[in-house]
C-alpha cells in the first residue's frame, strides 16, 4: 500500500485563514482522501518528536499556510522534509474575490467556501501525487 | 492605580485529533469573547517560526498554554522559547476528570463538544483572573 | 541608534521611520533628489487594514489632488483608499504591490512602496515623523480592537 501524502497547514489561530487551512486539510484526510492523505502536529515536529520528524523526512508533503507569514513551510523545511507543494490560503482568496472569510473560532459562511474549494485542490494534488509514486 | 497585565493565552495547534480542535475553540472563546480585553492571543505555529513580536510578548507578559493531550506542545514550547507559562491545562487529562468522552471528529465539534469548550474556556477564563490578581 | 521610532501595545510594535514625513491619512512621503515625492502605507496602516489581498493605483499620468483618491487596498476587512498626500503627476507605480500586495504587510517602508508623485505644487500639512509619532500612538489604543481581530 503506498505511503499517505503528509498535509501540513499551519493552524494559525489569529486569522481565519488558518482555521480555513485546518478544515481542509481535515477535509482530505477524513472525509475525501482517508487513507491517502494524513496529517500530524506541527507542533510536534518542531520540539522534536522523533515519530513526527520521521514521518515528515519519509513522505511526501504538502504545506498549506494561511498567510504570507507562512508558519508552516518555515517550519517544516527546518526539518529533514520533502515539500512537493506549496498552497497559499491567500492565493485562493485573489482567485475568489467575492469571498470575505472573517471568522476564526467557527468558519463562517464564506470560510466554509473556501475551505472547501482549498479541500477539492487539495484532494486532485493528493491524487496526483499517489498516481506518481511507485 | 494598579494596572493587570494582559494574559497571553496559546493554544497547541492540535492537528492530530478533536482534542486539538477542542484546545484552540476553548482558546478562541477566551481571547474572542470572554477575557477579549485582557488577554493577547499568541499564535504556536508563528510563535514556533521565531517570530519576535510573539516571543517579546511570551517574555515580558504571562502566559497560559493550552494543550490538547500530555505532549504538551504549547507548555513545552514557550518554555523553551520565552519562559515558562504561569499556568497550563492539558484538556486531555481534565475531559478524563469530568468523565468526558474525547470528540469523535476534529473537524467540527458536535454540540455537545461546544459546550465542553465553553466550560474549558470558563476555567481559563477564571485562570486569566487569578493570575491577573496575583500580579 | 533605531531609524524607527516605535511603541507596542500588547504584542504588536508599531514604527515610524525617522526619516520620512506624513499624511493624516497614513501616507508616508519621502522626497527624493529628483524633486518627486515616494509615497507608501504606514506601518500602522497596514496593521490596522489586515493581510492585503489586492491593491491598486491609478496609472502613470494620473494627475492627482492632496487628500484625494490615488489607489485603494482590500482586505477581507475592508476596502480602504488611499489619499494622495500632495498635489501632482503619478510618475511611478510599484509593480510589486500589484502583484503581491502582501509586501505592503511585510515591509511597508520599503519594498512595499506604492508609488511615486512629481508634485505640482509645495508640500503642505504634512507631519514631521515626530509629530506623526505622537498622533500614531493615540490611533493605537483606539484602534487595538481592529488589529486584534
Redesign the interface.
Known sequence: MKKPILILPCSGIGKSFGSIARDATFRVCDELRPGKADTLCLSLLVMGDEEARQKVASSQCIVIDGCPLACSKNNVVRSESNVVAEFRVMDLLRENRGLKPKEVTFLDEDGEKLAKILADKLAEKVDELVEESP | MKIKP?I?VV??????CGL?TLS??A???VL?DLRYDQT???????F????T??H??AKEYPTIAVDGCN?H??Y??IT?YSKEPAAGFDVEALLKEWGVEEPK???VLDAENVEVAKRIAELLAEKVDEIQEAS | MSGYYETTADKFIFKVKKDLQYSKDEVWVKQESTGNIRVGLTDFGQRRAGDLVFAEVQPVGTKVTSGTFMGSYETIKMVQDILSPADGEIVEVNPAIISKPEVINSDPYGEGWVAVIKPTSSLSGLLSAEEYFEVMKIKVVDELKKIKG
Request: charged share 30%; hydrophobic share 30%; proline share 3%.
Open positions: 494582559k497571553g493554544s497547541c495547534s492540535g492537528e492530530c486539538g484552540r475553540v482558546t478562541r472563546m474572542e493577547v492571543t499568541i499564535c504556536l505555529p508563528l514556533l517560526a521565531g517570530e513580536q510573539e517579546g510578548f505532549k506542545c504549547a513545552k514550547a523553551k471528529t476534529r473537524r
